[in-house]
């Protein structure tokens, strides 16, 4: 079992700046895929970025391409986005999520384990 806990989330004006953080803990002895998604209310969850731990590479959302970085210390299992120029379309709670590293991508119903998520809010 791994738990994620996120944090980070909050209230900012159009053009602002946030940075979500989420941590894994428990069976955490596999490097493993991690990702960040956000979801409005009866609309399908979304995903924004996902690091792979095997080849480096992080995938982006369109929504996220050129505003938003995703990064994750492998050894700590702490995955961060840095939110930059942030919309009101940005609002939603952000997930984060985590799966078996052997395949990494932004479809979320591929994930095992699932944050409580955390509420980003942008007013303009």
């Known amino acids: 079992q791994v738990q994620l806990v996120e944090s980070g989330g909050g209230s900012v004006q159009a053009g602002g700046s946030l940075r979500l953080s989420c941590v894994a803990s428990?069976?955490?002895?596999?490097?493993?895929?991690m990702g960040w998604f956000r979801q409005l209310p009866g609309k399908e969850r979304e995903g924004v970025a996902a690091?792979?731990?095997?080849?480096?590479?992080?995938y982006y959302g369109d929504s996220a391409k050129g505003r938003f970085t995703a990064s994750q210390d492998t050894v700590q299992n702490i995955l961060t986005l840095q939110m930059n120029n942030l919309t009101p379309e940005d609002t939603a709670m952000y997930y984060c999520?985590?799966?078996?590293?052997?395949?990494?991508?932004?479809?979320?119903?591929?994930?095992?384990?699932w944050g409580q998520g955390t509420q980003v809010t942008v007013s303009s």
């Open positions: 999520a985590a799966r078996d590293p052997w395949t990494c991508g932004l479809a979320h119903y591929e994930y095992e384990y």
């Open positions: 690091f792979s731990p095997g080849s480096g590479i992080t």
């Open positions: 428990g069976d955490t002895r596999t490097r493993l895929c």
